[in-house]
């Protein structure tokens, strides 16, 4: 065929000849134009697709901040008032031990409140008739009028014993001092994946400046926690990070921003997205940052795979013509687009699940009510709501350990899990509380529902050490409702009935319509 060919041309004369060269070179000409420009676009595109997916992570990886600091403030309200509790509690009962015993002398009181569990936590001031301190504990308290126009005082409680006024005293500083103390055990334990941990430093000054903060509480720094920061502290890289978080602090109350910092557990340094929030009462800005390398790698996968397809595209086209040229355009970007979905969706799945118990994550839980309220307000229907929290769950992490709490949680989802229609579901919500969202399910026959869960999770029999524990949890549960403005009200109506079961005792539900 080559020599037909060959033969063919030579007995073509000049001007066709010239003619035919002209538009074979014209022709290569316009392909080699065309293949470039197209390789050029090709790859700008790889590249856009690659930098697109590494925008998206790093969104996503802000959500995944701001949802952990917001939840972690949640967990501080929830310490604050289960200690505010305690020592109130504890001051009620000194006022009953006074009121059992009324023959007590000021030596007595000497006695009782030197002992560590009753000086610990409060202070105390008797005074006589004229309003002079006769005892204190500790040794030296003011009269009880100026300890309480100081404002330094959490609650108190005052009792006439005979001649004398007794004055027990909370400090505002004491709780503090407890919520801190807790709540640093608790940051302790939870580093989370990818090196990421909170951390908690005490603004002592708004104005910035040498010792405008305190660290408080650092897992990565332990031997810190109690050193004075400056805003004029510099990163590795020259840039002012405590400066940029107070004055996002200062205008916002929370605030994004970057710097480098020493990775955990080893001397590397890296690149950090951080985010920063300010919980007002205390004065502490809890953070929490994620190393810019693990999201990095995610952009260079995205940028190496699209080389990849570009390279396959580029062959095509030199070998097949301006045809397959436009058909390797088209089938590129197809595998491209493939590409990036495929990229993104394990790192949406994790997201969309707990790692620990397979139930649904909160993040996923709040995209699925956001759907189901927004269907309902312009469909109706019944969805029902149920927030549910494990009865005496600390207790259980207190005795065996954390990884027993584990199991527990575990055993739990997957008995609920069991005594659900496949088209129910369970997120959780945060520590050893669940929602579960259900379709068709009506006011009444929610009960139905509730009682099998209740069952559920009281058959669920764990064997922890020695013993065998079993498990109860109390239930909110509500529907939404047509004066309802967002899923929230339905969320907060359900913790409404939550807290009822919870005052009626373990094991129960309670509906709220």
């Known amino acids: 065929m080559f020599k037909r060919i060959l033969q063919r041309y030579r007995e073509l004369d000049q001007v066709r000849k010239r003619y035919l060269g002209f538009g074979a070179t014209l022709f290569l000409v316009f392909a080699i134009i065309v293949s470039g420009i197209f390789m050029e676009r090709i790859y700008s595109l790889g590249e856009t697709y690659a930098e697109y997916t590494r925008n998206e992570i790093i969104n996503i990886k802000k959500d995944f901040l701001k949802d952990t600091v917001a939840n972690t403030i949640q967990a501080v309200d929830k310490i604050r008032s289960r200690q505010e509790g305690i020592l109130a509690s504890k001051l009620d009962r000194i006022i009953g031990y006074f009121e059992a015993y009324p023959e007590l002398g000021l030596e007595e009181f000497d006695t009782y409140f030197s002992q560590p569990d009753n000086s610990n936590l409060l202070d105390i001031v008797i005074e006589d008739a004229s309003g002079n301190v006769v005892f204190s504990s500790p040794e030296g308290l003011p009269p009880s009028e100026r300890i309480r126009e100081e404002e330094i005082v959490e609650f108190s409680r005052e009792h006439q014993y005979g001649q004398y006024r007794i004055s027990l005293f909370v400090l505002r ?31 002592l000054d708004y104005n910035g400046g040498e010792g405008y903060a305190r660290r408080l509480i650092h897992p990565n720094l332990k031997d810190t926690e109690g050193i004075y920061l400056s805003t004029s502290m ?145 469909r109706g229907g019944d969805c029902a709501l149920l927030l549910m929290d494990l009865d005496d769950f600390k207790h259980i992490n207190d005795s065996y350990g954390h990884d027993a709490g584990d199991r527990v949680l575990v055993e739990v989802v997957n008995s609920i899990k069991e005594s659900l229609r496949e088209s129910d579901t369970i997120y959780r919500w945060g520590g050893e509380e669940f929602v579960i969202l259900l379709d068709g399910i009506n006011p009444e026959t929610i009960q139905t529902v509730i009682s099998k869960v209740l069952a559920a999770v009281k058959n669920t029999e764990v064997s922890l050490g020695d013993n065998k524990v079993n498990i109860t949890t109390s239930i909110g549960a509500t529907f939404f409702r047509k004066d309802d403005k967002s899923f929230e009200d339905g969320l907060k109506r359900a913790d409404q009935a939550l807290y009822e079961s919870k005052k009626k005792g373990k094991g129960t539900g309670t509906v709220r319509l």
């Open 173 to 203: 500083e004491t709780v503090k001092g407890q919520i801190e103390q807790e709540l640093r055990e608790k940051i302790y334990r939870e580093i989370y994946f990818q090196e990421a941990y909170i951390w908690v430093n005490e603004v």
């Open 234 to 378: 510099e990163d590795v890289e020259g840039n002012l990070p405590y400066l940029e978080e107070l004055e996002g602090i200062n205008k916002d109350g929370e605030v994004y921003f970057t710097y480098n910092f020493k990775k955990y557990e080893n001397d590397e340094t890296g690149e950090k997205l951080t985010y920063a929030r300010l919980y007002e009462d205390y004065d502490w800005i809890l953070a929490m940052g994620i190393y810019y390398d693990t999201i990095d790698a995610y952009y260079e996968s995205a940028r190496e795979a699209s080389e990849r397809e570009v390279r396959a595209s580029m062959a095509v086209l030199l070998g097949s013509g301006l045809v397959i040229l436009i058909i390797g355009m088209g089938w590129f970007l197809i595998l491209e687009e493939r590409y990036f979905r495929m990229s993104n969706r394990n790192l949406k799945e994790e997201l969309a699940s707990d790692e620990l118990t397979s139930a649904k994550s909160r993040r996923a839980g709040m995209q699925k009510l956001k759907e189901k309220f927004n269907r309902f307000s312009t």
